[in-house]
């Protein structure tokens, strides 16, 4: 029931988004999905044998990808309403677990074998996030068409672009990792979105439960210290994505 109260929620316009942010920071208990334990915080689940989570329709996907129930319900009704408009999306990626996204992160770490430590996580942070504090843990976030900048600056793209800039928060979905001056952390990505109503809760929890020490298990997990990966990365988003 929770979920459709969800759902209903987010059936607002981007101008009523103001009330979506009312609506999500009030007590705790009367939202849903507020009771996460760090492992589902830190991605350390087991999403294909959850409930809580589904395996996207292979029209949309591009390979088995699974999300988030509630946010993928309303990633459908977008998707219809782009497709009204000659608007095509597309998902790359979507839930990636800790041992997901450690497998990407080892693969980069090791490429970088030439440089030190710190040198190798900044420059995997410019675009991929250390396991355990990546949006993409929680089923709530999507990497839509393209995992280049430059392909939404630019004709089919860029329609694409403009499409879900103007209609996407009708649907939950926000940008977070915009090009503004005042962001830390990550650089922008035209192509991740993120179903606000949903995530805007797990990061609430995030900050409540998870310590630096927490963040570990991967190679050059101590440099997360010094790069003050939960508060200038995990926390390094569009304002518009904060609780105020
Ligand atoms: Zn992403």
Redesign the pocket.
């Known amino acids: 029931m929770k979920q459709y109260i969800i759902v209903f929620l987010i059936l607002v316009s981007c101008v009523q988004k103001s009330s979506i942010v009312k609506i999500i920071s009030e007590p705790k208990e009367s939202l849903p999905f507020l009771n996460l334990s760090k492992s589902q915080l830190l991605g350390q689940i087991n999403y294909k044998n959850d409930s809580l989570f589904v395996l996207v329709n292979k029209n949309i996907a591009n390979k088995e990808i699974y999300l988030n129930r509630v946010a993928y319900d309303s990633f459908v009704e977008m998707y219809k309403q782009a497709k009204k408009d000659s608007i095509h999306l597309k998902i790359l990626?979507g839930l990636r677990n800790f041992e997901d996204q450690k497998n990407i992160w080892i693969r980069k770490w090791n490429s970088l074998g030439h440089l030190d430590s710190i040198s190798k996580a900044l420059k995997i942070l410019e675009y991929s996030s250390m396991p355990g504090t990546s949006?993409?843990h929680w089923g709530t976030?999507v990497?839509l068409n393209s995992l280049n900048n430059s392909y939404f600056e630019s004709g089919k793209g860029e329609k694409e672009y403009n499409w879900l800039c103007s209609n996407a928060c009708k649907y939950g979905f926000y940008q977070p990792y915009t090009n503004k001056k005042y962001r830390t952390g990550y650089n922008e990505?035209k192509?991740?979105w993120s179903f606000l109503p949903l995530s805007k809760l797990y990061l609430n929890e995030y900050n409540k439960s998870i310590k630096i020490e927490d963040i570990k298990g991967f190679k050059g997990a101590l440099t997360s210290i010094k790069l003050k990966i939960i508060s200038d990365y995990v926390n390094g988003i569009d304002a518009e994505l904060l609780i105020n």
Request: glycine fraction near 0%.
């Open positions: 990626s949006r993409h976030e990497d990505e192509w991740h």
